[in-house]
């Protein structure tokens, strides 16, 4: 058989009628590989695109350069646009119901050309609600890409936007603390300036921002869409204008994923609403346990839903990191294994520490991930390592939780 794998034509086939969420999972960005012959996703690997037709590959490098669109055929250059990446975006955009998606290296990189294209269009100044996952406040915080940032909370984004207003960010659930937006009323409040949604923690099981209004939704696929804690990516979903402006960045740049990557990011999708609902199952009951146990002065879990944890300890959290055995301490999220770790000391220790405090992350918070083993083991660990360090006072945990459970005495040494 003579037929290549590689997919010359970017549209590929659309199913006959709508599908439902876990059968996009399964199926997008894969719909043509049986009239293909083959069964599992063909990656190619290829940087360069041989022909011997110099104007006709001089007239799809000048189509790129006028609209981003993806080039018919081959793309030239694997900096350009890759099949497997291609059927990876495709699947994504449709998950999240939006007309496309553009897979970046990783999340940040991700985020960094969304602000690029938005600072390329004279719109440097961003509107922002923390908290944000860490190393996204300080990309904003610093300017580091020439943007400058004002943050503010729901009910300011409307007066907090100027002429110079490219973007509105959000995370919801923000990262570490859970908390969560109303993403119809910021929209709302955005007015003409498009919404990024950083909704890496809910997924497009949980949510799909656009249906609500957001114009970007952002994902560090790193996370939950691979979910094997094996593969780092970023993906933004949205219209095709500003997929578009997106790809030409991502030439410029050079953020782009490898195909290797985007193969291992279409098995995740596959089990993506497996994943989520079953890690969710567990995270509920494991939040339900914790509110009740003494040694906890708050519990943080979204009305959405999900498979992430916040707790804040009365103890030192630092006892609990170094006390589980069956839970991973470690930084990082929405992978096959349950992991915990401590946002003051990694995840947001670059955000300056008057800036944490008051985006609601507290020393004595712990961000966990739940995976996929049982939960009485899970809990079994958790409970162990909590009462790991010396054990407080009665007197210290009435007092702590009658004060609205926010501050004890400082742990974090
Ligand atoms: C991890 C994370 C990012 C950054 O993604 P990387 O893939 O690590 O670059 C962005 N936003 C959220 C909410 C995250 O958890």
């Not at 006959?16 to 190619?44: F, K, N, Q, S, Y």
């Not at 860490?134 to 300011?156: F, K, M, P, R, Y």
């Not at 498009?194 to 209004?213: C, K, M, W």
Request: hydrophobic letters at 45%.
């Amino acid at each position: 058989m003579d037929a290549l794998p590689y997919d010359a034509s970017p549209a590929l086939p659309t199913p006959r009628a709508p599908r439902a969420l876990a059968t996009e999972a399964v199926h997008a960005g894969r719909d043509d590989l049986a009239a293909l012959g083959l069964h599992a996703v063909p990656i190619d690997l290829s940087t360069t695109y041989p022909s011997h037709d110099a104007r006709a590959e001089a007239e799809r490098i000048d189509a790129f350069a006028t609209t981003g669109a993806r080039p018919d055929g081959p793309p030239v250059y694997s900096r350009l646009d890759n099949p497997t990446t291609a059927r990876f975006e495709d699947a994504l955009a449709r998950l999240e119901g939006t007309q496309s998606a553009v897979a970046f290296a990783s999340g940040m990189a991700a985020l960094t050309a969304v602000l690029l294209v938005r600072a390329s269009m004279g719109l440097r100044h961003v509107v922002a609600v923390r908290p944000l996952y860490g190393c996204s406040d300080h990309l904003l915080t610093a300017g580091l890409l020439g943007t400058e940032v004002t943050w503010t909370d729901v009910a300011g984004i409307a007066d907090a936007i100027r002429p110079d207003t490219g973007l509105v960010m959000v995370e919801t659930p923000a990262n570490p603390t859970l908390a969560e937006v109303d993403i119809r009323a910021v929209a709302h409040a955005c007015g003409s300036v498009p919404l990024l949604v950083d909704s890496t923690f809910a997924t497009p099981v949980l949510q799909r921002p656009v249906e609500h209004g957001a114009r970007i939704v952002l994902h560090s696929a790193t996370k939950y869409l691979g979910g094997h804690g094996d593969v780092l990516a970023g993906v933004v979903a949205c219209d095709e204008e500003f997929a578009g402006k997106l790809r030409q960045v991502r030439f410029a740049t050079g953020g782009v994923l490898h195909p290797l990557a985007s193969y291992l990011l279409l098995r995740g999708l596959s089990t993506l609403p497996v994943r989520m609902r079953a890690a969710s199952t567990s995270a509920a009951e494991l939040a339900c346990r914790l509110a009740a146990d003494p040694r906890i002065a708050r519990v943080h879990y979204p009305e959405i839903g999900g498979a992430m944890v916040a707790f804040e300890v009365f103890g030192n959290p630092h006892d609990v990191i170094a006390g589980v055995r069956l839970i991973t301490p470690a930084v990082s999220l929405g992978s096959v294994d349950t992991l915990i770790q401590h946002p003051a000391s990694i995840s947001h220790r670059i955000v300056e520490e008057g800036d944490r405090r008051s985006a609601g992350i507290s020393d004595r918070l712990l961000r966990m991930s739940v995976g996929l083993e049982d939960v009485e083991d899970l809990w079994r660990d958790l409970t162990e390592a909590l009462s790991a360090g010396p054990a407080p006072t009665a007197r210290e945990g009435r007092t702590a939780a009658a004060g609205g459970a926010r501050e004890g005495r400082p742990a974090a040494r």
